[in-house]
């Protein structure tokens, strides 16, 4: 989404400012959430070099400020990371939009979802608050059979916003149903949205 407007530069990713984020997080009023990876990944290849989530994590973990990391890395399941991992203050979504490493390769640069969907189910069977988080849902790119048989126990569903860009990315997709136009983007109807979401009993709707 940065990209696109001219706003990333992925060859030279700018590197947040750890002494900037602790004072943030300082300033911050007791009882505080913070989301880790809006705009971008905070588990980018680069967090493996400069570790600068890792560093903002102990310093929320210090303030007792909890956490919620939106990634599509499988890198918060790695030892050190869960050597940091406070259980009292982090929440962990990890995004799988199709099941396929091949299929999923020619759209996202990003771990494997086969590597993501291992690192959910370690960190689970740590007892940590984590989910898979399906973002976008789109059914023509989701096995249902094979993702109800993951045993993963919480599924968070956003679901694809269409627009001309977006069309661009995803091959395969019947956009003809993304009918309800809103906020510069045409969106499935309500009634598409809930029948889909049956089809995964752990889903909460995030964003229908």
């Not at 980018?44 to 956490?67: A, D, F, G, H, K």
């Not at 993501?116 to 689970?124: H, S, T």
Request: net charge neutral.
């Amino acid at each position: 989404m940065l990209h696109f407007r001219g706003l990333w530069d992925a060859a030279h990713p700018r590197v947040a400012d750890i002494e900037k984020v602790r004072r943030k997080i300082r300033s911050l009023p007791s009882g505080s959430i913070i989301r880790l990876g809006g705009m971008t990944d905070c588990f980018q290849p680069c967090e493996l070099q400069y570790r600068t989530t890792y560093q903002t994590i102990q310093e929320m973990n210090l303030c007792r400020v909890s956490y919620l990391i939106v990634t599509k890395s499988a890198l918060p399941a790695a030892p050190e990371y869960l050597e940091i991992l406070d259980k009292e203050l982090a929440h962990i979504q990890i995004t799988v939009t199709c099941l396929d490493d091949a299929q999923t390769a020619q759209f996202e640069k990003a771990s494997p979802p086969s590597q993501r969907i291992r690192a959910i189910q370690a960190l689970q069977a740590e007892g940590y608050d984590v989910a898979i988080r399906l973002s976008p849902i789109i059914e023509e790119y989701m096995d249902f059979d094979k993702l109800n048989d993951l045993g993963i126990e919480r599924c968070v569903v956003e679901f694809l916003r269409v627009n001309s860009w977006i069309k661009q990315w995803f091959r395969g997709v019947d956009f003809s149903k993304y009918t309800v136009r809103q906020g510069g983007y045409y969106h499935l109807p309500l009634k598409e949205k809930q029948r889909i979401v049956e089809k995964n009993p752990y889903s909460a709707e995030d964003n229908l």
